[in-house]
């Protein structure tokens, strides 16, 4: 059965049941290894891609409920790496097993575009559902100000973030 | 008593080898390359180094990167001595071949010290070929050359060559002799040292395939393994010709494995091939299986944790069924009428390691050979597993090591990397086995579950003058279970007149195995908490009574790797760090300290807490001071290593795995609750630098940090916490 999906602003036919979380959709058939599991139930945040502007969780996401919608994973953020977050992430050498850090980015990347300068207080809320069994934490919120305030140096408002293209 | 660097070394290629064996159980197929490589005059740098015509360099990195930093730290040395910049760096991991390259394995902190002089060794050599090669070409002797930012300089005029222009002429050359080689001083690195980013830091943001579950090989095919939910049963009947009906499902077999539990070389279970892993997963979940769950054990399935919490109520207040040390007269001193006996009795769950990447290998059985791809932290182990299991020769195979998701110690077990080659030969494809979180959960070898009777004795002048500390754990009869054991010398050993150690087993068919500190992650809240109830039954400070137990020694103290003048100065300098002295606890705010020793380095840890009227504690603010040498080799990965021991040490206060009717629980994360970002504290984290040679980071950090928290909310309430987790006492983390 194929469905039609927008990926990373392109549109891809894929052959896979509706029911198939788009996490193995993401994974198995588009081969976009970004997207992690970690748990199959929505409790771990590694699976994290952007939903028309949204943090979603892609493995308890039917891939039928993501067409017609604009899905960006990891690979999808920025062409060549660049994108604030993942310089500020580079640079503060965030990860240590590195495996929760694309959903810890795309659910920063979610935060920013909705609150380019969040508080502490605001990425804790934004950031929870992201589980880093290494402990990365501390770095994780240093880097999502760090992306914002370089963001906010080069261009005003939040343009610098991840806005999904116009369906 | 004090090493010099090389005085360590040759203790450590003997004595870190038996260390490793000791407390992580592996074969001693992994340690025995370390001995043999250095008695044969040590490594080749043309094993490590590849030198290109366009003057970059191609570094390998030998050990399993499991988030500890290894690919980053270990070229970081090797780069320095060849005296080249960190950017004409290209590091590439090499594939298992202990022949040539030492040691592969992580685990026990053991990295650093194992590779620290080796791999300045090997710079250092690359370095002396390279001025060699120079020399003759100019014709001049080797010492007026000098080397800098992968350049050879004659001293004497204004030529040069690039390393890129000798390393032909260097791959000629000889190996020189060790002795010839000279090692920079500490003040000349310019790599070590400096705050150094993780060299797959772009792979990782840019979301490239790069770690063990994003393998993939042509024509390969994936599989899940159903196994009982009672650990070893075994398969009596299930569905499986509905099974193989099922959409993109290529074939459903069972597995018998064997029922050796603490170490099986393949489980029992069910097999599930299919096209894709969420095909093989989704027919998986409809399968009807038959179990005998008696097949590990007769009384498996009424094993649980309540069971065991009664028969270790019973054993506790018994003499220990095994003594491991004891001198002085105890039971005089806990006698003595000016003597006040304090007892109290402690306990700690089953814990899981939960690597956020579960459990997975991949595999390409083919004409008799192996190509395996993983993430193991003791892949050596895992190759001669899989050979034994299958009745192959160990050089038929070939391992690729692939970076992992976590670590933590689950990964020192290499079941599924027998599971990806037994079901690749099966089906004749390639197979990656990847395990669901259930799986992982239910199936994980666990930390042991342990409980503690402790008995002290102090005189009327408040100091300690008897300790005896009693374990109830897991084996059979004198021998226990993996990572269940406790040894003769743990604090107070040798520090105070009298002591006795001592332990009793009770039967246990589940597996366990070593979580990051195994023994010192349970032992240090268990020694540091009750240190800390009779510092304050004493009237004392516990930094005063703990100061004064290190500065004795009765009994030639404790085993030779526990310097107590170490853990003296972390202890001295994390309490000026804290403000301790001038902390005021009560009224819901809580400071706590703790200190402990293991895996070669000393640590020091203070937690600040506040628990509100509902009993939820917020852990705000930790100080932390660890010894870990002379020299902090990355100081980037050194702070993430203790920033990721505190935040798991807290965690390790909150979550339990609880065994009921030989099944384990819970299944996955909601009811696991690992810390999250909004638990997280603010850490200040020092490293204190001593004259001893540098040492690794996994592991100090973690053991005191949970004392530390549990004494501060003592400190904070008036409620001593003796057993793990704190829900037990009626609190939650915040």
Known sequence: MSLQLRVNRKIIPVDAAPDTPLLWVLREHLGLKGPKFGCGVGACGACTVIINGIATRSCITPASAAVGADVTTIEGLSADGTHPLQQAWQQLDVPQCGYCQAGQIMSAAALLQHTPHPTDEQINDAMDGNLCRCGTYARIREAIHKAAAAANSTQSGSSAFHKPAAT | ?734
């Open chain 2, 1 to 734: 008593m004090q090493f010099t660097r090389r005085h360590f070394l040759k203790i450590g290629a003997v004595a870190g080898g038996g260390l490793a064996i000791a407390l992580y159980d592996l074969p001693w197929s992994d340690i025995r390359p370390f001995a043999e490589v250095y008695a044969a005059g040590g490594l080749s740098p043309h094993a490590f180094v590849h030198v290109h015509p366009d003057n970059t360099v191609t570094i390998m990195s030998k050990d399993p990167e499991i988030g500890q930093g290894i690919r980053t730290s270990l070229p970081m040395i090797i780069a320095d001595e060849l005296d080249v910049d960190w950017s004409q760096v290209h590091v590439v991991q090499a594939d298992l071949d202990q022949a040539i390259y030492g040691p592969q394995f992580a685990g026990g902190s053991m990295a650093t010290p194992i590779n620290w002089e080796p791999m300045n060794m090997v710079g250092a050599t690359g370095r002396r070929l390279m001025i060699l090669a120079a020399a003759r070409r100019w014709g001049i002797p080797a010492d007026s050359c000098t080397t800098s930012g992968g350049h050879v300089y004659d001293k004497a005029g204004n030529r040069s060559f690039t390393y890129g222009e000798l390393a032909a002429d260097c791959a000629k050359l000889p190996v020189p002799d060790a002795s010839s080689i000279s090692l920079k001083k500490p003040s000349e690195y310019r790599i070590i040292g400096e705050f150094t980013p993780g060299v797959d830091n772009p792979a990782i943001t840019t979301g490239k395939p790069l770690f063990g579950i994003d393998v993939t090989v042509p024509g390969m095919l994936y599989a899940v393994v159903q196994k009982c939910p009672v650990f070893g049963g075994t398969v009596k009947h299930a569905n499986l010709d509905a099974i193989r009906r099922m959409s993109g499902v290529r074939d459903a077999f069972v597995i018998a494995g064997d029922q050796h539990t603490n170490n099986p070389a393949i489980e029992p279970g069910i097999a599930v091939v299919a096209d894709t892993w969420w095909q093989a997963q989704a027919a998986r979940l409809s399968l009807n299986v038959d179990w005998d769950t008696t097949a590990a054990s007769p009384t498996a399935p009424e094993q649980s944790t309540e069971s065991f919490n009664q028969k270790a109520a019973e054993l506790l207040p018994q003499q220990p069924s095994y003594n491991l040390r004891s001198y002085g007269d105890l039971e005089s001193a806990f006698r003595a009428p000016s003597t006040r006996v304090i007892e109290a009795d402690y306990a700690y769950p089953f814990l899981a390691h939960a690597t956020l990447e579960p459990q997975n290998t991949a595999a390409r059985y083919q004409d008799g050979k192996l190509e395996i791809w993983t993430n193991s932290q003791a892949p050596a182990g895992g190759r001669g597993q899989v050979a034994k299991t299958l009745g192959i020769s160990e050089s038929d195979i070939t391992v690729h090591m692939i970076r992992a998701g976590g670590g933590f110690g689950r990964r020192l077990r290499n079941e599924y990397m027998v599971e990806a080659a037994w079901i690749s030969r099966a089906v004749k494809a390639p197979v990656h086995v990847l395990w669901s979180r259930e799986d992982d959960f239910t199936h994980d070898s666990y930390r042991p579950a342990g409980w503690h009777h402790l008995k002290a004795g102090i005189d009327a002048h408040g100091r300690l003058t008897a300790y005896s500390q009693h374990l109830v754990t897991f084996g059979d009869g004198k021998s226990v279970e993996s990572s269940a054991g406790i040894g003769p010398n743990e604090f107070p050993a040798g520090r105070v007149p009298n002591y006795q150690i001592g332990y009793s087993t009770m039967p246990l068919f589940l597996r366990t195995g070593p979580l990051r500190a195994p023994g010192s992650n349970a032992y240090a809240f268990v020694g540091q908490s009750f240190l800390d109830e009779v510092a304050h039954a004493a009237g004392r400070d516990p930094v005063d009574f703990q100061l004064e137990l290190l500065a004795n020694t009765y009994d030639g103290g404790g085993d030779r790797y526990y310097l107590p003048e170490r853990l003296a100065d972390v202890l001295r300098q994390v309490a000026e760090e804290s403000g301790w002295r001038k902390r005021k606890s009560g009224n819901g705010q809580g400071w706590g300290i703790a200190a402990y020793a293991c895996h070669l380095g000393f640590c020091a840890q203070v937690a600040h807490v506040s628990v509100d009227s509902q009993n939820r504690v917020r852990v705000h603010e930790t100080w932390s001071v660890t010894d870990v040498g002379s020299q902090i080799v990355n100081p980037s990965a050194a702070r993430a290593q203790v920033e990721g021991a505190t935040i798991e040490g807290m965690g390790h206060t909150f979550v339990a795995v609880t065994l009921k009717n030989g099944t384990a629980h819970p299944t996955n994360f909601p009811n696991y609750p690992l810390p999250r970002m909004h638990q997280t504290p603010k850490m200040n984290i020092s490293f204190r630098i001593t004259e001893y040679s540098p040492t690794g980071l996994g592991e100090p950090a973690l053991p005191p940090i949970i004392p530390a928290i549990t004494n501060a909310i003592f400190a904070a309430t008036g409620k001593r916490i003796r057993t793990l987790p704190l829900t037990h006492s009626g609190f939650s983390l915040a």
